[in-house]
């Protein structure tokens, strides 16, 4: 094959092979009040980390860990929190409207008084009374996924 052809063939893998999303390092930094709408963070370590009145509606976090983290009073609207490390994590009052947690894992997690109206928690493990906390409060369905919050809970099953 001629050296032009070889050129060719790395340009479409180059192409259709986009690089991966950087994943940072952010491991007890404290960035209260910070903004961050719509970044991609996904794969980065947010371990311990305090973004306390911050906005990060709409940010990917897929597969990042936040555990630990202090999300108290933030915007996390539209969040991609799929896969995502949340146990231990502090998330009193925090807006996760339309948020999807799918796969994500949230033991020990607080949610006091969060809003979770279309949140997606499918296939996440909580505990029993966080579980019936959020059920409490579970409405509406998550305009990407289509699946409704109460259902993604399984409150109905779970009689709550």
Aim: charged residues 20%; proline residues 3%.
């Amino acid at each position: 094959m001629a050296a032009g052809g070889s050129l060719a063939i790395a340009l479409v893998l180059l192409l259709a092979c986009p690089a991966p999303a950087i994943a940072y390092n952010y491991s007890r930094a404290i960035m209260d009040g910070q903004d961050f709408p719509n970044d991609d963070f996904s794969g980065s370590n947010f371990s311990m980390a305090k973004l306390r009145r911050s906005d990060l509606s709409g940010t990917n976090f897929e597969r990042a860990n936040l555990f630990g983290a202090r999300l108290d009073d933030s915007n996390l609207t539209g969040a991609n929190l799929r896969e995502t490390t949340l146990d231990s994590a502090l998330m009193k009052r925090t807006n996760l409207t339309n948020a999807d947690l799918s796969g994500a894992y949230a033991m020990n997690t607080v949610f006091d008084n969060a809003i979770i109206d279309g949140a997606d928690f499918t296939d996440v493990l909580l505990e029993p009374q966080v579980l019936k906390g959020l059920c409490e409060l579970a409405q509406g369905t998550n305009p990407v996924t289509g699946r409704a919050t109460r259902e993604t809970l399984a409150c109905d099953e779970l009689g709550f």
